[in-house]
């Protein structure tokens, strides 16, 4: 299997996806101005209490306050807060942090009121982003994650990941790491790390604690509350972080500062693979290119077909996903009804797996399979799917086939579900019902065209349009894209693009930023 990362850069959002042998596996998009993200780091201000909760409610900048558990407070709060005094009493001089006290652990059975107070400030980290109607969820359990470990201030002890087997090599790891970590910190090491030399994994733990040290910094430097001391990396970047593995073939960007970005970090963690990483400059979008936006549209919405006729309806509420599975109109197989039903189920799950890592759905998941008699072929369904979710990186659990053919699965959310609306709204009429008359679409372009290049003196242009209507500007030998090259120089291109709707179009410059051309009248 081959694995390939497809990131499109645009003005106001970016978009990655992931494909394993050309078909699309992970998608994530994301505005631009979103600036929250898990990992983020704050020095914030507690502004509720919650006995009955055992909980608090903290100001981190969002519309909503964040929330703060007990459990989530941290083992290490005491250190923390005495560490954070010391640092914000001198301004000028920062007090270092391998002097610091590490102070007896939090008990357990502790109570919130007797722990935090009202106003109180406290740096927190957020571990899942705002869902519906909740805010944030915080943790005082303060983490820095890079590719082969993960630096914990204020930690006492080395832990090696459990799937790393070999006792010769837990021990090579926790023997060369506890040589080289700084004073009051500790570290977790990762399964990549599994082999690596202690010059690979010191470079990453001077970055990490780099980074820790920048943090604090930030906190004496600044008086403003809720503020930002730490930012995790771009999305692009974390989703290398955690998904790289030595199958990538290609990674493709479209934007020269994002590409800069992640061939640094490759270079950074896998040098022999920077040459995968490639800017890509073709004037087709770049998710059409690699037919990412035909599957973005056959693989969300409501009704996703799979194979054979077969199809899954997907219903998302408050509270959990549900699933149905239906065989449609495929032909049934010969070898009777029991036949049917286990073919239909076990496309049904391989099709689930991935939809669950697509739409990135958490919480609960129920899916209504089609009934089978047969024992056997109910524990068949059942280790397929296990199987199917041993590539998905959340935590996960599933239960085999209740009595009534349901099978229950849950899954690690943090943050909301993919849900990408595939149905299009009319661009010309809004919804309305009425739109000017279809023929003098084309008359609409060229005058927008003559106002790009004679009002506002934009020479070379692209034309985004959907591929019907750039097909039909384009035929002919003397064809309209010819007649208007003529008339306003060559520098009119027409560009094809999948994710525009019939009579919708998009003006960019030679340097692909948008140009807006709607008129008033067309937006209201």
């Known amino acids: 299997m081959t694995s390939e990362l497809v990131i499109d850069v645009q003005q106001k959002e970016i978009s990655i996806a992931l494909l394993e042998d050309k078909r699309l596996v992970e998608y994530q998009n994301e505005p631009s101005s979103v600036s929250y993200a898990v990992g983020n780091i704050y020095i914030a201000e507690v502004k509720k209490l919650m006995p009955g909760l055992n909980a608090s409610f903290v100001d ?32 000028k001089k920062l007090y270092p942090f391998s ?105 990453e733990l001077k970055i990490l604690t780099k980074r820790w040290e920048d943090a ?66 073709g004037n087709v979008p770049i998710f059409d290119n690699f037919n990412i936006t035909k599957q973005i549209k056959s693989s969300f919405g409501k009704t996703v077909n799979y194979k054979h006729g077969a199809y899954l309806i997907i219903e998302h509420t408050e509270a959990l996903h549900v699933v149905d599975v239906n065989s449609g109109n495929r032909s049934h197989s010969d070898n009777g009804q029991e036949a049917n039903a286990l073919d239909v189920n076990l496309g049904a799950a391989d099709e689930l797996a991935r939809q669950l ?12 399979f089609i009934d089978m008699n047969l024992a056997e072929d109910r524990q068949l369904l059942y280790e397929r799917m296990c199987k199917n979710m ?29 849900d990408v609306n595939v149905e299009e709204t009319c661009p010309t009429c809004f919804g309305k019902g009425k739109i000017k008359s279809s023929i003098l679409f084309t008359d609409q372009l060229e005058s927008k065209i003559d106002s790009l290049v004679n009002k506002i003196g934009v020479k070379t242009f692209y034309l985004h349009v959907h ?58």
């Not at 890592?357 to 209504?368: A, E, N, P, Q």
């Not at 041993?390 to 229950?408: C, T, V, W, Y």
């Open 357 to 368: 890592r697509l739409r990135d759905m958490g919480g609960i998941i129920v899916v209504d």
């Open 99 to 203: 002097k610091a006290t590490r102070l007896p652990d939090l008990k357990k059975d502790g109570s919130i009121q007797n722990t935090l107070r009202k106003g109180q400030e406290v740096l927190v980290q957020i571990v899942k982003e705002p869902i519906s109607t909740k805010g944030p969820r915080l943790t005082g359990e303060i983490s820095f994650a890079g590719r082969f470990l993960v630096l914990i201030p204020f930690g006492d002890k080395v832990s090696v990941s459990a799937k790393i087997k070999s006792g010769e090599e837990r021990a090579r790891l926790k023997q060369l790491i506890n040589s080289i970590k700084p004073k009051n910190c500790g570290v977790i090491v990762r399964t990549v790390a599994e082999g690596k030399r202690v010059a690979e994994l010191d470079a």
């Open 467 to 524: 591929p019907y209507v750039a097909a039909y500007i384009n035929q002919g030998v003397f064809s309209m894209k010819r007649k208007w090259q003529l008339k306003y120089g060559l520098g009119v291109h027409v560009i094809p693009s999948q994710k525009l709707s019939f009579l919708q179009y998009e003006f960019y410059d030679n340097k692909k930023q948008y140009i807006d051309m709607k008129e008033e009248i067309e937006t209201k």
């Open 390 to 418: 041993q590539k998905d990186r959340a935590k996960h659990n599933i239960l085999p086939l209740s009595k009534f053919g349901l099978m229950q699965i849950t899954r690690q959310r943090v943050r909301p579900a993919m």
């Open 216 to 281: 604090i910094i930030k906190i004496q430097k600044t008086q403003k509350r809720p503020q930002l001391v730490f930012e995790e990396t771009g999305r692009a970047v974390a989703l290398l972080r955690d998904l790289f593995n030595p199958t990538y073939e290609n990674i493709y960007v479209n934007d020269e500062a994002v590409f800069h970005e992640v061939k640094d970090y490759v270079s950074l963690i896998a040098p022999e693979k920077a040459k995968i990483v490639k800017l890509y400059t």
């Open 60 to 91: 981190v900048g969002f519309e909503r306050d964040a929330f703060l558990h007990y459990l989530d407070i941290g083992s290490q709060f005491h250190s923390y807060e005495k560490y954070l005094k010391q640092v914000q009493s001198d301004r």
